[in-house]
């Protein structure tokens, strides 16, 4: 890994570990993206026996699967260890109530070098994780090693409309970059190709939250941990003329009293193929260059 990206890493780390305490007030779209993806699960079959909640923040769908697939074993992966705490924190209080034990594995760690053995996860679980990621091809292929044959990724993140009234409101206010860009979903489902998963799925939604104030977006993206990481961001506080010009184009695109702020919203799922077979009924083994096993 390059300096840069490993920079950028210890940035998203810090961002999430100091939103740790204020993430959950301000996680309503996460939820709600969480929930609709969960309900999506009602279409597939497939019973996991082994789940990897990866980027699972504060455990809102770490509990859901849990609940879900009573049976599973869980593991919650982040890379912040606050995040983690927090996870174990609102566990506490309703799995102590039902008199339940705890079944959930906490770690952290990094996506892009996972923890966990090759081959053990019947399901991949991501969501709005992928957004941080700086290579999705390492990412899609340390995945793709910890999945066992006939397992399933299933996960959500952005694509580039979102956040676009913020990016043109501050695109001409000066010289920096102020909104991270997010990859198309079409360019995300050609890279679960190359890293070797089958029959990809993607789908797309737009889902428009609406603001008082161009300070309570700025508020929430802060408590949200959802910094910018763009090569070409500010290091300092951007300037008073730089600001005003910025907050009088939001102004200027305010529908009945409110501020509209754009999510696209990326859904997909892939598969993990069975290992092919020989007309003799024995396993083929594909070398490729870089593989892990």
């Not at 779209?29 to 309900?39: F, K, Y």
């Not at 070098?113 to 899609?140: E, I, K, Y």
């Not at 694509?159 to 995300?188: C, Q, S, W």
């Not at 005003?244 to 184009?249: N, S």
């Amino acid at each position: 890994m390059d300096e840069r990206s490993m920079a950028e890493k210890c940035q998203v780390r810090r961002a999430f570990e100091r939103a740790a305490a204020t993430y959950d007030d301000a996680a309503v779209l996460q939820r709600e993206i969480c929930t609709r993806m969960l309900s999506r699960l009602d279409y597939i079959r497939h019973q996991p026996t082994a789940i990897l909640d990866a980027g699972s923040g504060t455990g809102f769908g770490t509990r859901r699967l849990r609940q879900r697939y009573p049976k599973a074993t869980v593991v919650a992966l982040d890379i912040a260890h606050a995040m983690l705490v927090r996870s174990r924190e609102e566990r506490a209080w309703w799995q102590a109530l039902l008199g339940r034990p705890e079944r959930t594995i906490r770690v952290c760690g990094d996506v892009d070098t996972l923890p966990v053995r090759s081959a053990w996860a019947a399901m991949v679980w991501s969501n709005l994780m992928l957004q941080w990621c700086g290579d999705l091809s390492r990412t899609f292929a340390e995945v793709q090693r910890v999945l066992a044959p006939g397992g399933l990724f299933m996960f959500s993140t952005f694509g580039p409309d979102t956040l676009k009234e913020l990016r043109a409101a501050f695109g001409g206010a000066d010289a920096y970059t102020h909104v991270n860009r997010f990859i198309d979903m079409h360019d995300v489902g050609d890279l679960l190709v190359r890293a070797g998963f089958a029959t990809p799925v993607m789908d797309m939604e737009v889902i428009t939250m609406t603001y008082t104030e161009p300070v309570a977006v700025m508020r929430d993206l802060k408590a949200l941990g959802a910094h910018n990481v763009t090569a070409g961001r500010r290091r300092g506080l951007m300037g008073k003329a730089g600001w005003a010009r910025a907050l009088a184009r939001l102004e200027a695109i305010r529908r009945g009293g409110r501020l509209p702020v754009t999510f696209e919203v990326v859904y997909g799922h892939a598969w993990k193929p069975e290992p092919r077979r020989s007309p003799k009924g024995r396993p083929v083994i594909e070398i490729r260059p870089g593989a892990r096993t």
